[in-house]
């Protein structure tokens, strides 16, 4: 037991000195600007069901852009017309960045995880609502 | 050793920086909507393409699995052959109508004896 002690010590120590360094690492403090690339998406209606498939099948822009410093996401479609979102609300937990947002009778969600950098956007309107899952990292 | 390891970091650096510089689009100012907009539409669209081909596919299958066609109804039966009396009465009803000639009277009338 008294083995065991500074073995469970050294574990504490290192996730409390370690852990945040790899978050910082990532760069993933709310304030650095992220590019994320989609992945899946689930899509819901009212009536039949949902659909899912990948961010490719639904003909999404692979990339969109966190600019923290102009407070808003973007990507280019597929003419090459830039398109944004403003963010109308952020929030930095320990966690994650959440950003919120609203558009064309739309409200969107993005939360992204900061030790991971995972990260879920929902956005939910009159007709279908969905979901995209991604990942993000440091520009 | 280091200054090698240093040298790399700043290069690999370096060129990440620009690649993302090429693949970050400048921000136009006349930028539309992207979550709301550009992402809601193509969700929309291709849910209601993915629908559409099920429905199709779904038409499809049900047809194939579908049995063949009823056959056609059965024409009317014939009506039940006549004898030589009932056919004699009717070329006599048909001769004073006036429907047909004295010549074709006698000749049906022949004909219905010689089939008997």
Redesign the interface.
Known sequence: MRNKLPSIMQVIGFMTFFLPAIGQAAGLDGKSNL?CAAVD?I?C?NG?GC?E?SAN?????Q???VDFK?Q??????ET??????PIRNSEITEQRIILQ??????G?SASIDKADGKMT?T?S?P??S?M?FGACTT? | MSIKTNFVSCTAATLLVATLSVVTPALASDAGAFIGGVLATKVISNMNRQTEAQERQAYNSSRQAAPAPAPAPAPAPAPAAQTPEQRIAQLDKLAAGGYITPEEYKAKKKAIIDSM
């Open positions: 590019v998406v899509a209606t039949p659909r498939g099948s639904f003909e999404l822009p990339f969109m852009f102009k808003q996401i973007h990507a280019t479609d090459g017309l830039d398109v944004v979102s947002g609203t558009e064309n009778h739309r969107w956007v956005s309107g007709d279908v969905f995209v520009r």
